[in-house]
């Protein structure tokens, strides 16, 4: 039995997980049962981060990954997000790393940088 506290709706459910009958208790929304079975079977998540710039009044820029990877990967993913200086202006949803660790997610800016006057 596994224990999880669901994620995907504002409940916070206390699920549990039984993995020889596969089935899930304390949801209060078939999404639970999803999230259960998945977190246990393939658990993913998205990452949030900064990269650093050369760009002036911009010492970092805030990015994530598009969609979600595989959780082992996020150290590895960290890694190499660390690695990436930006040099120029970028907009929003500029992918700053294409197909992340070979996961067919990219890794994306969330905001505009603006150049000053």
């Given at each position: 039995?596994?224990?999880?506290?669901?994620?995907?709706?504002?409940?916070?459910?206390?699920?549990?997980?039984?993995?020889?009958?596969?089935?899930?208790?304390?949801?209060?929304?078939?999404?639970?049962?999803?999230?259960?079975?998945?977190?246990?079977?393939?658990?993913?998540?998205?990452?949030?981060?900064?990269?650093?710039?050369?760009?002036?009044g911009y010492p970092v820029i805030s990015v994530r990954t598009k969609g979600d990877i595989d959780k082992n990967k996020i150290f590895d993913l960290m890694k190499e997000i660390n690695k990436i200086v930006i040099t120029d202006y970028l907009t929003i949803g500029t992918v700053v790393m294409k197909n992340a660790l070979n996961s067919g997610v990219d890794v994306i800016t969330t905001t505009d940088m603006v150049k000053g006057d």
């Open positions: 039995m596994k224990e999880y506290t669901c994620i995907v709706c504002p409940n916070g459910c206390h699920l549990t997980y039984d993995e020889k009958t596969d089935i899930v208790t304390g949801n209060k929304c078939p999404r639970g049962v999803e999230y259960a079975r998945s977190e246990y079977h393939h658990p993913v998540r998205s990452v949030c981060s900064t990269v650093k710039t050369t760009v002036k």
